[in-house]
């Protein structure tokens, strides 16, 4: 999906890496940054966890969230 308008989070939700369960308010040990994150999806691969299995996951956990919330 691309162009679509982007809803807006509620306050407070925060988006948690597949791989390490780290999210916005929890970072890894040293810090880290969101190389892929969905914010509508609250699904995202923090900078620690960038392999390719661990991309690939989130792709797949991004798609099926998209169907789970979609509407
Ligand atoms: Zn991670
Ligand atoms: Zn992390």
Known sequence: MSGAARQ???VGAVSTCVH?????LHACA???AWARVDR???VGVC???TDKVMVAHW???ALYAAE????
Request: hydrophobic letters at 15%.
């Open 8 to 10: 807006v989070l509620p």
């Open 20 to 24: 390490c369960g780290c999210d916005d």
């Open 30 to 32: 040293g810090g880290c």
């Open 40 to 42: 509508d999806l609250g």
């Open 47 to 49: 900078t620690c966890c």
């Open 59 to 61: 792709e797949k956990r």
């Open 68 to 71: 789970v919330t979609r509407g």
